[in-house]
C-alpha cells in the first residue's frame, strides 16, 4: 500500500498521548573540559560540561572545585550564549586565560582551546569527535608535557635510549645539552608563578623554533629543559648551544608589559659511541651544567 493510502483515526490520535506528543530527544552534551597541566593524581580528568552555566573555583559548591592558593573562591564561569559555550572570569585575584590571552569579559570557546585557572590548563572539547580527541589528549599526555607542549621527561629518556644504543651500535656522535633558567625561583617570588608559567612556555617556543626537527627537545622537571641532539659535531653542537644562549640572553620577556630578563646556564656532554647509560648521560651533562653555574651563570660547560 501506498503511503498516499493510508489513512489515520483522529480520535485515537487524540487519546493517545505517545502518539499526539512525539518524545522529546534528549540532547546529550558534547562538550569537556580535560585536566593538562599540572601533573598529578587528576591529570587527564574529564568534566563533561552538560549544564547551561558552570561555576569554577575553590569554593566546594563550584561545579569544578580546584584547590589550589593560584584560584579564586568563585574564578570563572562557562555558560551558554546564542548557541555559543563562552567563559567569563569573576573577578579572579589571577584572571582567566584562553589561549594564553587573558579574558575581558565574556569570551567564546572554540574546541581545541587552552583555558586556564589559575596554574591550572584544561583542554576543551567540542563536537562529535569529543570522545576520540579526548583519547588523543590522554597519549599526548604521555609524551608531552602540558604547560609547555614540549615532550616530557618520560619520552626524553625514551628516546635517549634508542639514540644511545644506535650511537654505540653504529659509533655515532650523540650530544645532551641540559638547560636551566638562571634565577628562576626570584622571577617566580617577584612576579608570581602566572609570570613563571609563561616564562617557561615562552622559552620553550623559542629553543623550539631554533631547534631542528631530528632533534629531541624536552622539559626535564621544573624549569630544566634538556635538548638531545645525534649525529653532529660536537663543535657544531657547542655553537648551538651558544646560539640558544645569546637568543633567550636577548629575547623580551614580558609579563603584564614588565620586561622581565632571562638568562639560562647549559652543560654540554657527548658521546662517540662509547656504551652509557641514560643515568650517567644525563649525570654527565648535569656536571657541566652544574660547573656553568657555579662559574657565573648565562654560559656553556663542555
Avoid at 641532539?229 to 663543535?235: D, F, L, N
Avoid at 629575547?251 to 647549559?266: A, D, L, R, W
Amino acid at each position: 500500500m501506498l503511503d498516499d493510502d493510508i489513512t489515520i483515526d483522529k480520535t485515537v490520535v487524540a487519546d493517545n498521548p505517545a502518539i499526539r506528543a512525539p518524545a522529546t530527544r534528549k540532547v546529550v552534551s558534547r562538550d569537556a573540559l580535560v585536566l593538562i597541566y599540572p601533573a598529578g593524581t587528576n591529570l587527564g580528568k574529564k568534566w563533561d560540561i552538560s549544564g547551561q552555566i558552570v561555576n569554577i573555583g575553590r569554593d566546594p559548591s563550584s561545579d569544578i572545585v580546584l584547590l589550589t592558593d593560584s584560584v579564586s573562591r568563585r574564578h570563572a564561569r562557562l555558560f551558554m550564549h546564542e548557541g555559543q559555550r563562552k567563559i567569563e572570569d569573576l573577578n579572579s585575584t589571577n584572571g582567566t586565560y584562553v589561549n594564553d590571552q587573558t579574558i575581558d569579559g565574556a569570551t567564546a570557546v572554540k574546541n581545541g582551546d587552552q583555558v586556564k585557572i589559575g596554574d591550572t590548563i584544561f583542554k576543551y572539547l567540542s563536537g562529535d569527535e569529543n570522545e576520540a580527541a579526548y583519547h588523543d589528549e590522554i597519549y599526548k599526555m604521555k609524551i608531552t608535557d602540558g604547560l609547555t607542549g614540549i615532550y616530557n621527561r618520560r619520552h626524553l629518556i625514551d628516546e635517549m635510549a634508542r639514540e644511545l644504543h644506535r650511537s654505540h651500535r653504529y659509533q655515532r656522535t650523540l650530544s645532551l645539552i641540559m638547560i636551566d633558567i638562571d634565577f628562576f625561583k626570584a622571577v617566580n617570588d617577584t612576579w608570581g608563578h602566572i609570570a613563571g608559567d609563561l616564562i617557561l612556555k615562552e622559552l620553550s617556543r623559542l629553543i623550539r623554533t631554533i631547534s631542528r626537527e631530528e632533534d629531541v627537545f624536552a622539559r626535564y622537571g621544573g624549569e630544566e629543559f634538556a635538548l638531545l641532539i645525534p649525529e653532529t659535531p660536537p663543535q657544531e653542537v657547542l655553537l648551538f648551544a651558544e646560539r640558544i644562549r645569546s637568543a633567550v640572553e636577548s629575547h623580551p620577556f614580558v609579563y603584564e608589559g614588565n620586561p622581565i630578563q632571562v638568562t639560562v646556564s647549559m652543560g654540554l656532554a657527548t658521546t662517540q659511541g662509547a656504551k652509557i647509560s641514560e643515568t650517567d648521560f644525563i649525570s654527565a651533562a648535569d656536571e657541566k651544567l652544574y660547573l656553568a653555574k657555579h662559574q657565573g651563570r648565562n654560559r656553556i660547560c663542555y
